[in-house]
């Protein structure tokens, strides 16, 4: 009798772990949460090791979407994720665009005054 891989309350055991080859980070980046992910080629020629899912991230991110919810529309956990974004990003298949970080972000008051002055228009 064949082994049963699949635990139909748990779903797959192996499957996430075996499609980045046991990797646990991108080889180059690290990718925040709420980072936007864009496809910018149909397909990826002559790329030996890409996995069902890479071409199922390039079909979805044909308009932007956040790396969260890239994983919860293909239904796998967000460290895969990134790793397959990654070896995305290293084939300049998609492009990433990162949240500002804070400091970049204009100020509460910097607000304020802009809108202060657009209502007195």
Same mark, same amino acid.
């Given at each position: ?23 646990? !980070?991108?080889?180059?980046? #690290?990718?925040?949460?709420? $980072?936007?992910?864009?496809?910018? =080629?149909?397909?990826? +020629?002559?790329? &030996? ?12 991110? !044909?308009?932007?979407?956040? #790396?969260?919810?890239?994983? $919860?529309?293909?239904?796998?956990? =967000?460290?895969?994720? +990134?790793?397959? &974004? ?32 657009? +209502?007195?228009?």
């Amino acid at each position: 009798m064949p082994v049963e891989w699949v635990d139909d309350a748990a779903g797959p055991v192996v499957r996430p772990y075996a499609m980045v080859r046991g990797r646990t !980070r991108a080889q180059h980046h #690290v990718l925040d949460l709420v $980072a936007f992910v864009v496809t910018v =080629v149909d397909r990826v +020629r002559g790329w &030996l090791e890409m996995e069902p899912e890479h071409a199922a991230i390039l079909a979805l991110c !044909r308009r932007p979407l956040s #790396v969260t919810e890239v994983a $919860a529309s293909l239904d796998l956990p =967000v460290g895969v994720i +990134r790793v397959l &974004l990654g070896d995305l990003l290293d084939m300049k298949a998609i492009r990433i665009r990162e949240p500002a970080h804070p400091h970049e972000r204009p100020s509460p008051d910097l607000i304020r005054e802009v809108l202060d002055g657009l +209502r007195a228009l």
